[in-house]
């Protein structure tokens, strides 16, 4: 596969950031990459692990000079703080990205520190496991999971179109959309997910307190699975629900309001009730579970499968 950049460079490499070294060495999608991370105990765990050709440095400003691609790969909230270091270093025409779970709150953060002329793109790679840290990458985290990329208003169309190429071969299938709409996607498949999965872990604690009697060790199948992502990184949680307060407030009500519906059924002893929701939840998610492993280059259904996806949350934004 021909290069897409010439010099890439990656800040930050936890899971995501080393998964894309490991990916951009295995598929030589850049002519040279520039790898840091904010902890000089990671750089040098860097060093250790040899990701490819990568170049480890010191510093995110010493990293993004000279770059074509820049991706920073750092928690939501720190994103800001990490383009106002880079930004003296960032040459015309560079492009801007990166991996974030929150988009809207991220460009009213950051583009007041982008320089003119660099082009800033952000992207979000819906993938991930419960694991973190430069020894978690996985260079095939991304074949097959969806990409979105939420250029703001006024973006040249051959730098979303270089980042386009460039997702799409680490194997992902790229997405575009408002920071708004994406915002509100996420909450709803990742965000509140990841709050009931917590929720829920603590509902299970307090009920073995409450008994004098240990509960967890006896975690069937089902809840093993809906909490596992209970093990991913605290931080990186906590900033992503303060920055898509809003959106997750408000999928977070209409969540308890369906959970309350479902309570009352049960009280109620309304069967008929419990029995129709369960069955469109059964058949509903096999069909999206069934199009998800369909590739996006063989079979038309690969854009039935994102209308299913994104459809509730389609606005003017």
């Known amino acids: 596969m021909a290069p897409v950049v010439g010099k890439l460079a990656i800040i930050g490499q936890g899971l995501i950031g080393s998964s894309i070294t490991r990916a951009v060495y295995e598929r030589k999608l850049a002519r040279e990459t520039v790898i840091t991370d904010g902890s000089a105990k990671v750089r040098k765990r860097l060093l250790e692990l040899g990701l490819g050709e990568a170049k480890v440095v010191h510093s995110a400003r010493e990293a993004a000079q000279d770059a074509d691609l820049v991706i920073g790969c750092v928690p939501v909230r720190s994103l800001a703080s990490v383009v106002a270091e880079i930004a003296p270093s960032l040459k015309p025409g560079a492009i801007l990205s990166d991996v974030g779970s929150v988009k809207a709150g991220v460009v009213a953060e950051c583009r007041p520190h982008v320089p003119a002329g660099v082009h800033f793109v952000p992207a979000h790679p819906l993938a991930g496991t419960e694991f973190s840290g430069p020894d978690a990458g996985l260079p095939r985290l991304f074949v097959n999971r969806w990409c979105i990329l939420t250029p703001p208003q006024g973006v040249a169309d051959p730098a979303v179109a270089t980042l386009r190429a460039f997702w799409e071969g680490l194997g992902s299938r790229v997405e575009i959309m408002s920071p708004e709409r994406h915002d509100r996607a996420l909450a709803i498949t990742s965000h509140v997910p990841h709050l009931a999965a917590f929720s829920i872990f603590h509902t299970g604690l307090a009920q073995e307190e409450k008994d004098r009697s240990p509960v967890m060790q006896?975690?069937?199948?089902?809840?093993?699975?809906?909490?596992?992502?209970?093990?991913?990184?605290?931080?990186?949680?906590?900033?992503?629900?303060?920055?898509?307060?809003?959106?997750?407030?408000?999928t977070l009500r209409n969540f308890t309001a369906d959970m309350e519906a479902c309570a009352r059924a049960i009280e109620a002893g309304d069967g008929e009730t419990l029995e129709t929701l369960f069955s469109v939840s059964r058949s509903t998610r096999r069909k999206v579970i069934e199009k998800e492993h369909i590739s996006v280059q063989d079979d038309k259904s690969a854009t039935e499968l994102k209308d299913t996806l994104f459809r509730p949350y389609a606005s003017d934004d």
Do not use: H, Q, Y
Request: net charge negative; glycine share 4%; proline share 3%.
């Open 218 to 250: 006896f975690s069937a199948g089902a809840f093993k699975d809906f909490t596992r992502v209970a093990s991913s990184n605290p931080e990186m949680w906590r900033d992503i629900c303060l920055m898509n307060r809003e959106a997750i407030l408000e």
